[in-house]
T-cell receptor, first 114, second 114 residues
Framework: AQSVTQPDIHITVSEGASLELRCNYSYGATPYLFWYVQSPGQGLQLLLKYFSGDTLVQGIKGFEAEFKRSQSSFNLRKPSVHWSDAAEYFCAVGGGTNAGKSTFGDGTTLTVKP | DTGVSQDPRHKITKRGQNVTFRCDPISEHNRLYWYRQTLGQGPEFLTYFQNEAQLEKSRLLSDRFSAERPKGSFSTLEIQRTEQGDSAMYLC???FGQGHHEQYFGPGTRLTVT
């Protein structure tokens, strides 16, 4: 069975500081990995995805993530956080025989201090 | 490309009533997914369609839930005899192609059962 763990329920960072959100996954084959962002009352917006190839992927809004197979991790990073980045972030895994569905973590809420 | 749309955005109903939600995917997308999201949790997979065929249903989808995509375009999700535990955000997503690809999410329908 596939699963995703986001160990940090809530993170607070100061504006301009760097950010790292953790994601650990469990999957039996090569995973397809995603990070989504959700603002209050909004649907999920895809930030970036990893399917294969270069393990460091770039996304929108200055975000990047690194796939580490040995650690079963796909952590999201941003070098300098903006107040508008305050939102909830979800990591998801999918692919292979479960090609239809994605399995999501429970999310990390990001608060940005001025 | 107008994105994935869902209707209604909010629904308040009394316990025991039936409700139906609609999802219009991105026009060229052949796959359509339904997820449910409760407060403090990530989206949970309910079911998905490839064209008009319903290919997978989660165990979360009890007999009171039914989904259709009759012409391979829009989809409806019906909940019969609603219960308070059905209160959640119902998210629709769509994607294009075979295998696993990124899913584009709609804004969701928030259901409150009183």
């Amino acid at each position: 069975a596939q699963s995703v763990t986001q160990p940090d329920i809530h993170i607070t960072v100061s504006e301009g500081a760097s950010l790292e959100l953790r994601c650990n996954y469990s999957y039996g084959a090569t995973p397809y990995l995603f990070w989504y962002v959700q603002s209050p009352g909004q649907g999920l917006q895809l930030l970036l995805k990893y399917f294969s190839g270069d393990t460091l992927v770039q996304g929108i809004k200055g975000f990047e993530a690194e796939f580490k197979r040995s650690q079963s991790s796909f952590n999201l990073r941003k070098p300098s956080v903006h107040w508008s980045d305050a939102a909830e972030y979800f990591c998801a895994v999918g692919g292979g025989t479960n090609a239809g569905k994605s399995t999501f973590g429970d999310g990390t809420t990001l608060t940005v201090k001025p | 490309d107008t994105g994935v749309s869902q209707d209604p955005r909010h629904k308040i109903t009394k316990r025991g009533q039936n409700v139906t939600f609609r999802c219009d995917p991105i026009s060229e997308h052949n796959r359509l997914y339904w997820y449910r999201q409760t407060l403090g949790q990530g989206p949970e997979f309910l079911t998905y369609f490839q064209n008009e065929a319903q290919l997978e249903k989660s165990r979360l989808l009890s007999d009171r839930f039914s989904a259709e995509r009759p012409k391979g375009s829009f989809s409806t999700l019906e909940i019969q005899r609603t219960e308070q535990g059905d209160s959640a955000m119902y998210l629709c997503a769509s994607s294009f192609g075979q295998g696993h690809h990124e899913q584009y999410f709609g804004p969701g329908t928030r259901l409150t059962v009183t």
